[in-house]
């Protein structure tokens, strides 16, 4: 099976509308040649939900679903393992902040039986928003070099969280891939404002993370994408000047994660270092001053709109429910 369905509850983890334990599934992954990529996703999904479920959106195998955009198409011989992490992730941001706290054990749990089951095989996470608490969080749990790589799409989290979390032997045997962008600045504002922080003046990871084996890569930046392009990894630059999934919607981005997560050796941690700017722009720099090709245009409907509501602060990171006919087409 090229993809394994996971829903993961505050007591227990459990297969998706399929019979039989997780954990024997994953043991039957044994002979299965190739990365173990779990995929977590962020706010207002919810799974077996009818218009929420991330098993059927986010997660779904098609065009503009994870598993296909990080090579998942159903031969399991030669593709790998593809894990889908669903959550409960509906309620207030404090809450679902504090739920993802404790799920990172549950994925911790996940990582050690897929190590179990096939020790020489690498395993990678990839998480988005708050799905980044989850992943940070089951380091905590977790002995040196269980993930390999680790990438954080605009993580709803906080750096002196981080920053505790790489810290651990898990943490510190792991490379981490923080993508950032200014047009997700409104979402972090928000985020700060809504969840406690650990510690005063503390910041959320979209201002970087202060760590050896931590890249922050500035998706907006278009330096950045200059590198990447001639690297033969091109990615279409921002058209907004606030999106909170552009991390994912961008045209060509995940075919850059898929080549991070399934050809480490072609794109060393440190080699991408050397390459890519090591500042970052600071924060409402996109806002305060548009790029050329923005500069004559005031902020547009879907901006004052996402604007609104993260001011409002009532609901959440609610994404836009892409048209289904549409669903390869990016958000932002």
């Given at each position: 099976?090229?993809?394994?369905?996971?829903?993961?509850?505050?007591?227990?983890?459990?297969?998706?509308?399929?019979?039989?334990?997780?954990?024997?599934?994953?043991?039957?992954?044994?002979?299965?040649?190739?990365?173990?990529?779990?995929?977590?996703?962020?706010?207002?999904?919810?799974?077996?939900?009818?218009?929420?479920?991330?098993?059927?959106?986010?997660?779904?195998?098609?065009?503009?679903?994870?598993?296909?955009?990080?090579?998942?198409?159903?031969?399991?011989?030669?593709?790998?393992?593809?894990?889908?992490?669903?959550?409960?992730?509906?309620?207030?941001?404090?809450q679902v902040h504090r739920r993802a706290a404790h799920l990172g054990r549950m994925l911790a749990d996940l990582v050690i039986r897929l190590r179990?089951?096939?020790?020489?095989?690498?395993?990678?996470?990839?998480?988005?928003?708050?799905?980044?608490?989850?992943?940070?969080?089951?380091?905590?749990?977790?002995?040196?070099?269980?993930?390999?790589?680790?990438?954080?799409?605009?993580?709803?989290?906080?750096?002196?969280?981080?920053?505790?979390?790489?810290?651990?032997?898990?943490?510190?045997?792991?490379?981490?891939?923080?993508?950032?962008?200014?047009?997700?600045?409104?979402?972090?504002?928000?985020?700060?404002?809504?969840?406690?922080?650990?510690?005063?003046?503390?910041?959320?990871?979209?201002?970087?993370?202060?760590?050896?084996?931590?890249?922050?890569?500035?998706?907006?930046?278009?330096?950045?994408?200059?590198?990447?392009?001639?690297?033969?990894?091109?990615?279409?630059?921002?058209?907004?000047?606030?999106?909170?999934?552009?991390?994912?919607?961008?045209?060509?981005?995940?075919?850059?994660?898929?080549?991070?997560?399934?050809?480490?050796?072609?794109?060393?941690?440190?080699?991408?270092?050397?390459?890519?700017?090591?500042?970052?722009?600071?924060?409402?720099?996109?806002?305060?001053?548009?790029?050329?090709?923005?500069?004559?245009?005031?902020?547009?409907?879907?901006?004052?709109?996402?604007?609104?509501?993260?001011?409002?602060?009532?609901?959440?990171?609610?994404?836009?429910?892409?048209?289904?006919?549409?669903?390869?087409?990016?958000?932002c």
């Amino acid at each position: 099976m090229p993809l394994l369905r996971i829903k993961a509850t505050d007591l227990r983890l459990q297969l998706h509308r399929q019979s039989g334990a997780w954990r024997e599934a994953v043991r039957a992954t044994d002979v299965t040649a190739g990365p173990a990529i779990i995929m977590v996703h962020g706010f207002k999904y919810a799974p077996e939900s009818a218009t929420h479920c991330p098993h059927e959106k986010i997660f779904a195998m098609r065009a503009g679903g994870w598993p296909t955009a990080l090579g998942f198409y159903g031969y399991p011989k030669t593709e790998g393992l593809g894990i889908a992490f669903g959550w409960y992730a509906r309620g207030s941001l404090w809450q679902v902040h504090r739920r993802a706290a404790h799920l990172g054990r549950m994925l911790a749990d996940l990582v050690i039986r897929l190590r179990d089951a096939a020790p020489e095989r690498p395993v990678h996470v990839i998480a988005h928003s708050m799905g980044s608490e989850i992943a940070l969080s089951a380091l905590e749990f977790l002995p040196p070099q269980a993930i390999r790589r680790m990438i954080l799409l605009t993580g709803a989290s906080y750096a002196s969280r981080a920053q505790t979390a790489l810290i651990t032997p898990a943490g510190q045997t792991s490379e981490v891939f923080n993508v950032i962008s200014r047009e997700n600045d409104l979402f972090d504002l928000a985020f700060e404002r809504l969840v406690p922080a650990p510690k005063p003046r503390d910041r959320a990871v979209g201002q970087g993370i202060d760590r050896q084996n931590v890249l922050n890569l500035q998706l907006d930046c278009p330096q950045t994408l200059s590198i990447l392009d001639g690297l033969g990894l091109p990615v279409a630059a921002a058209r907004r000047r606030v999106c909170h999934w552009s991390s994912y919607t961008r045209p060509g981005v995940m075919a850059f994660y898929a080549k991070l997560l399934r050809d480490p050796d072609h794109l060393p941690q440190a080699r991408l270092a050397q390459l890519l700017p090591r500042d970052t722009s600071p924060r409402w720099s996109r806002l305060m001053k548009a790029p050329a090709a923005m500069s004559r245009a005031p902020l547009t409907l879907p901006d004052l709109a996402a604007t609104a509501r993260v001011l409002r602060a009532k609901t959440g990171f609610l994404p836009p429910a892409p048209p289904a006919r549409k669903h390869n087409e990016p958000v932002c």
